[in-house]
């Protein structure tokens, strides 16, 4: 089963496929999008990725959580279901 991963305070020119890369050290990973800006089309400064085990993303939220990219610290936790 999928776990979808919160990842927080990316800089403003990362883009999903580095964030992509940044994952699949630590295993599948099924999708990575850094969600933009619908207007200017800008970077929000954070991002979703979908690993394809628990177990890896759980690996990579233990390893990637509060390290610094690109000098900024990440927050990385697993994503909490959007309310409306």
């Not at 580095?18 to 954070?46: C, H, K, M, P, W």
């Not at 993303?57 to 909490?80: C, D, F, M, P, Y």
């Amino acid at each position: 089963m999928s776990t979808n991963i919160y990842v927080g305070n990316l800089t403003f020119d990362t883009n999903s496929d580095q964030l992509r890369s940044l994952f699949a050290e630590y295993g599948e990973v099924s999708s990575a999008n850094v969600i933009t800006d619908r207007d200017s089309g800008r970077s929000r400064g954070f991002g979703f990725v979908e690993m394809a085990s628990k177990e890896a993303a759980e690996s990579a939220i233990e390893a990637l959580n509060g390290t610094s990219h690109g000098g900024r610290q990440l927050t990385v936790n697993e994503a909490k279901p959007r309310s409306r």
